[in-house]
Nanobody, 122 residues
Framework: QVQLVESGGGLVQAGGSLRLSCAASGRTFSSYTMAWFRQAPGRDREFVAAISWNGGSTYYADSVKGRFTISRDNAKNTVYLQMNSLKPEDTAVYYC???????????????WGQGTRVTVSS
């Protein structure tokens, strides 16, 4: 069982930056693929970024490539999402997810956090 708790969301102006964190419980964090998804008001949840168990592989949605960076610190059981050059269309609730299988663009992750809200004002 893995429990995930996101933090770091908030209100930021367009062009600004935020760093989201996701703290995971459990001793096997380093064996999990970690990912970030987001859900904007009135829209379906969508993939944002994913990272393999050792950080050696990363994957991004086209809409965030070059602006967002996913990373992890297995010693701290934490995954991060650094978001730069934020746009109003990045406004959403951001969710952290974990799975033992590397499936970066799929939605069927085993474990999910409760989400953290990001609002980007124009």
């Amino acid at each position: 069982q893995v429990q995930l708790v996101e933090s770091g969301g908030g209100l930021v102006q367009a062009g600004g930056s935020l760093r989201l964190s996701c703290a995971a419980s459990g001793r096997t964090f380093s064996s999990y693929t970690m990912a970030w998804f987001r859900q904007a008001p009135g829209r379906d949840r969508e993939f944002v970024a994913a990272i393999s168990w050792n950080g050696g592989s990363t994957y991004y949605a086209d809409s965030v490539k070059g602006r967002f960076t996913i990373s992890r610190d297995n010693a701290k059981n934490t995954v991060y999402l650094q978001m730069n050059s934020l746009k109003p269309e990045d406004t959403a609730v951001y969710y952290c997810a974990a799975d033992r299988i590397l499936k970066p663009h799929r939605m069927d992750y085993d474990y999910w956090g409760q989400g953290t809200r990001v609002t980007v004002s124009s």
